[in-house]
C-alpha cells in the first residue's frame, strides 16, 4: 500500500499568521497531488491541486511540491478562524487495478483569534 | 441541482441486515468512488467505477457490493452489516481518472448496532 503522511496536529497558529501543513509520499511515480479541506462533520473539499515541481499560488494557499523529495506542503498565509479544519493530503496512484487517490489521515488546524 | 448527492444521510440499522448507500452525480463524470473514513484511519477507499459496468475494488473492498448499470449512479451495498462497518461513507466522481480532481458528496453516517 503506497503511503502518505501528514502530522496529525493540532497545529495551532494565531490569527494572521502562517499555517504550515506537510505530507510526504512514498509512491515515486505519483504525478497528481491534492490538498483537502475537511471541516468537522461535513465532506472533503478542494483547495489546491499541484502537478509539477515549485510553487502554486492561488489566493492566500500556496502549495509546493518536490517530488525529488516525494514531498508536498500548503502554507495558509494570513490565516483566519474559518481556515480551522482537518487537512487533508491526497497523492494519485496507478496499481494493478486502475487508478486511485491515496490520502492522509490528515492535519488538523486551529487558529487562534 | 446540478453536484453529487448521497442518501440516506443518516442511517442506523442491525447486524446481519442488508444496507444499500445511494450515490448519484448529475456531471457526467465518468469515475466515481466510494470511502469510508474512521477516526485513525482517514479516508479508505472501498470501491471504485471507472464507467458504467467497470468496477473495481480498492483498499477495503470485503463485505461490500457495488454496481453501476447508470454513469450517474454508483450504489454501494453491504450484504450482511457488521459492527466494524459503522463509519461514515463518502462517495466522489471525477471526470476522469489519473490525476483529475475528485469531487465529494454530503456523506452518509452508518451505525450497526
Known amino acids: 500500500q503506497k503511503e502518505v503522511e501528514q502530522n496529525s496536529g493540532p497545529l495551532s497558529v494565531p490569527e494572521g499568521a502562517i499555517a504550515s501543513l506537510n505530507c510526504t509520499y512514498s509512491d515515486r511515480v505519483s504525478q497528481s497531488f491534492f490538498w483537502y479541506r475537511q471541516y468537522s462533520g461535513k465532506s472533503p473539499e478542494l483547495i489546491m491541486s499541484i502537478y509539477s515541481n515549485g510553487d502554486k499560488e492561488d489566493g492566500r494557499f500556496t502549495a509546493q511540491l518536490n517530488k525529488a523529495s516525494q514531498y508536498v506542503s500548503l502554507l495558509i498565509r494570513d490565516s483566519q478562524p474559518s481556515d480551522s479544519a482537518t487537512y487533508l493530503c491526497?497523492?494519485?496512484?496507478?496499481?494493478?487495478?486502475?487508478?486511485?487517490?491515496?490520502f492522509g489521515k490528515g492535519t488538523s488546524l486551529l487558529v487562534t483569534p | 441541482d446540478a453536484g453529487i448527492t448521497q442518501s440516506p444521510r443518516y442511517k442506523i440499522t442491525e447486524t446481519g441486515r442488508q444496507v444499500t448507500l445511494m450515490c448519484h452525480q448529475t456531471w457526467s463524470h465518468s469515475y466515481m468512488f466510494w470511502y469510508r473514513q474512521d477516526l485513525g484511519h482517514g479516508l479508505r477507499l472501498i470501491y471504485y467505477?471507472?464507467?458504467?459496468?467497470?468496477?473495481d475494488k480498492g483498499e477495503v473492498p470485503d463485505g461490500y457490493v457495488v454496481s453501476r448499470s447508470k454513469t450517474e449512479n454508483f450504489p454501494l451495498t453491504l450484504e450482511s452489516a457488521t459492527r466494524s462497518q459503522t463509519s461514515v461513507y463518502f462517495c466522489a466522481s471525477s471526470e476522469s481518472g489519473g490525476g483529475d480532481t475528485q469531487y465529494f458528496g454530503p456523506g452518509t453516517r452508518l451505525t450497526v448496532l
Open positions: 491526497a497523492v494519485n496512484h496507478v496499481s494493478n487495478s486502475g487508478y486511485a487517490l491515496n
Open positions: 467505477s471507472a464507467a458504467a459496468d467497470i468496477t
